[in-house]
C-alpha cells in the first residue's frame, strides 16, 4: 500500500509573468503571506461564498458546482469536437 501523502493530493500551479507589471505586482503581494496554498484556497472560498459563508454544511452547493463543472468541461470537449473536424 502506498502511503505517499502526495497520492491524496491535488496539486495546481499559478505562474506569473516576469514581464508582466501585475503578474509582478500579484507575486510580491501573495509572497506576504506565510503559506501560498492556503491564501489562494482562501481567496477560491471567498468567491465560491459570494456573500454566503461556505461550510461542510454547503455541501448541496458544492455538489451543484461539481456537477456543473463537469457539464462545463462536456461542453468544452463538443465544441474542441467541432472545431477539429
Same mark, same amino acid.
Given at each position: 500500500?502506498?502511503?505517499?501523502?502526495?497520492?491524496?493530493?491535488?496539486?495546481?500551479?499559478?505562474?506569473?509573468?516576469?514581464?508582466? !507589471? #501585475?503578474?509582478?505586482? +500579484?507575486?510580491?503581494?501573495?509572497?506576504?503571506? @506565510?503559506?501560498?496554498?492556503?491564501? =489562494? $484556497?482562501?481567496?477560491?472560498?471567498?468567491?465560491?461564498?459570494?456573500?454566503?459563508?461556505?461550510?461542510?454544511?454547503?455541501? !448541496? #452547493?458544492?455538489?451543484? +458546482?461539481?456537477?456543473?463543472?463537469?457539464?462545463? @468541461?462536456?461542453?468544452?470537449?463538443? =465544441? $474542441?469536437?467541432?472545431?477539429?473536424?
Amino acid at each position: 500500500m502506498n502511503t505517499n501523502s502526495n497520492d491524496n493530493k491535488i496539486v495546481k500551479s499559478v505562474s506569473f509573468s516576469k514581464l508582466d !507589471p #501585475m503578474d509582478l505586482a +500579484l507575486h510580491a503581494f501573495a509572497m506576504r503571506n @506565510k503559506y501560498f496554498s492556503t491564501y =489562494i $484556497k482562501r481567496l477560491i472560498q471567498r468567491d465560491m461564498e459570494n456573500g454566503q459563508k461556505v461550510t461542510e454544511n454547503n455541501e !448541496p #452547493m458544492i455538489v451543484e +458546482l461539481l456537477e456543473e463543472n463537469k457539464k462545463l @468541461k462536456e461542453q468544452l470537449e463538443a =465544441i $474542441k469536437k467541432i472545431v477539429s473536424e
